[in-house]
T-cell receptor, first 113, second 113 residues
Framework: KQEVTQIPAALSVPEGENLVLNCSFT??????LQWFRQDPGKGLTSLLL?????REQTSGRLNASLDKSSGRSTLYIAASQPGDSATYLC????????????FGTGTRLKVLA | KAGVTQTPRYLIKTRGQQVTLSCSPI?????VSWYQQTPGQGLQFLFE???????NKGNFPGRFSGRQFSNSRSEMNVSTLELGDSALYLC????????????FGPGTRLTVT
């Protein structure tokens, strides 16, 4: 059974720092991995999607990497800003049976001005 | 292109009542998935519909059900509401080929009193 873990659960950093969020999964037979951002009480905004055949994806100040063999993905945020404050979730797409997403518990990020 | 829409956005119900939530996917997306998000359990997969058929189901009691219409719009129903059903219910749509990238709606906040 696929399990997805995100560490740390919460993170508070000063503005301008580069930071790394971690996502671990137990079954390396994944189809893809997607990183989301969620603001309080809101829906999920897709940040980056990495296919199982890819190693990384970049969008602006965000870079996500995927290492299937070790069951890990990292989300790198460069030059953090207060507007980056949100909860970040990773979701692993699995095709065992039919396709579905398994979500991690999230990392709550606060960037201090 | 319009995003995923969910109605209503907020709902207050009493224990024992039933509730129906609606989700309209992005135009052209034929897969709709439903998730429950609570502070204690995080984001949990409820079920997925494609071409009016349930393709996948999470580990929830039979009180939770859904359906999909020919225009891909989906509804989920919760009968005999319990206090523990209070949650943010999120729906996501995706294409059924290619990246399977999921696009989420803003959610319906259900409060059971």
């Amino acid at each position: 059974k696929q399990e997805v873990t995100q560490i740390p659960a919460a993170l508070s950093v000063p503005e301008g720092e580069n930071l790394v969020l971690n996502c671990s999964f137990t079954d390396s037979a994944i189809y893809n991995l997607q990183w989301f951002r969620q603001d309080p009480g809101k829906g999920l905004t897709s940040l980056l999607l990495i296919q199982s055949s890819q190693r990384e994806q970049t969008s602006g100040r965000l870079n996500a990497s995927l290492d299937k063999s070790s069951g890990r993905s990292t989300l790198y945020i460069a030059a953090s800003q207060p507007g980056d404050s949100a909860t970040y979730l990773c979701a692993v797409g699995t095709t065992s049976g039919t396709y579905k997403y398994i979500f991690g518990t999230g990392t709550r990020l606060k960037v201090l001005a | 292109k319009a995003g995923v829409t969910q109605t209503p956005r907020y709902l207050i119900k009493t224990r024992g009542q039933q509730v129906t939530l609606s989700c309209s996917p992005i135009s052209g997306h034929r897969s709709v998935s439903w998730y429950q998000q609570t502070p204690g359990q995080g984001l949990q997969f409820l079920f997925e519909y494609f071409s009016e058929t349930q393709r996948n189901k999470g580990n929830f009691p039979g009180r939770f059900s859904g359906r999909q219409f020919s225009n891909s719009r989906s509804e989920m129903n919760v009968s005999t509401l319990e206090l523990g059903d209070s949650a943010l219910y999120l729906c996501a749509s995706s294409l059924i080929q290619g990246t399977y990238e999921q696009y989420f709606g803003p959610g319906t906040r259900l409060t059971v009193t």
